[in-house]
């Protein structure tokens, strides 16, 4: 008896086994299309195997098949390991996607501060060097001060020096001039007295002649 009812099951089985490879065939050729072929997580294959457990699941217990059910069953498990594993797969890409994006947030951050601190560098750099120019054209009026006051007080020592001589040519020329004038007037003087001289004579003379 259980030798027929297992022969009598052993038909609706494989009919159901024929039907869903049938079934199967369009998405069979798809794989080969897209190249997915062997591949048990691309997610149209899981929802046909998905579909394909719930058929044997339910016709096995409708049929009393506790070998279709047991398939249906397993094939359940395992679409939800699947689906499981590509769950953590993508919570793993996005864990993944997360950490990168971190990570070239921390990198921006460490970009921008390294410029930040090549810009302080450089502003630093340029305040020295202004300073020191400053400074040195600070020393270099200080200088130019020292210098102009040496010029004007050896101008001022010159004018004196020059002022002195002048005075001095000018008293000489004075002093001369005083000379000539009184040589000038004791010629005068001794013309005066020839002169005179030379009347008393002329009349000494005219009186013995007479």
Same mark, same amino acid.
């Given at each position: 008896m259980n030798r027929l009812t297992d022969r009598a099951r052993v038909?609706?089985?494989?009919?159901?086994?024929?039907?869903?490879?049938?079934?199967?065939l369009p998405l069979?050729?798809?794989?080969?299309?897209?190249?997915?072929?062997?591949?048990?997580?691309?997610?149209?294959?899981?929802?046909?195997?998905?579909?394909?457990?719930?058929?044997?699941?339910?016709?096995?217990?409708?049929?009393?098949?506790?070998?279709?059910?047991?398939?249906g069953r397993l094939r359940r498990t395992r679409i939800a390991k699947l689906r499981e594993a590509?769950?953590?797969d993508t919570l793993a890409d996005a864990e993944r996607m997360q950490a990168a994006h971190e990570l070239q947030e921390r990198r921006e951050e460490a970009d921008r501060r390294r410029e930040q601190v090549e810009q302080a560098a450089d502003r630093r750099e340029q305040d020295v060097e202004r300073q020191a120019?400053? $400074?040195?054209? *600070? !020393?270099?009026? %200080? &200088?130019? #001060? $020292?210098k102009? *006051? !040496?010029?004007? %007080? &050896?101008? #001022?020592?010159q004018t004196a020096v020059d002022r002195a001589e002048r005075d001095a040519?000018?008293?000489a020329a004075d002093a001369t001039a005083e000379a000539l004038e009184a040589e000038r007037a004791a010629l005068e003087a001794e013309d005066t007295a020839v002169a005179i001289d030379d009347?008393?004579?002329?009349q000494r003379e005219a009186r013995r002649s007479t």
């Open positions: 038909i609706p089985r494989t009919l159901i086994g024929t039907t869903l490879t049938a079934a199967r069979t050729t798809l794989e080969r299309v897209t190249g997915q072929g062997g591949n048990t997580e691309w997610p149209p294959a899981m929802a046909f195997e998905s579909a394909e457990a719930t058929v044997e699941t339910v016709l096995g217990g409708l049929l009393r098949d506790d070998e279709l059910v047991a398939r590509a769950r953590l120019q400053q $400074r040195k054209a *600070a !020393v270099q009026r %200080q &200088a130019n #001060a $020292r102009q *006051a !040496v010029r004007s %007080q &050896a101008a #001022a020592a040519k000018l008293r009347t008393l004579d002329g």
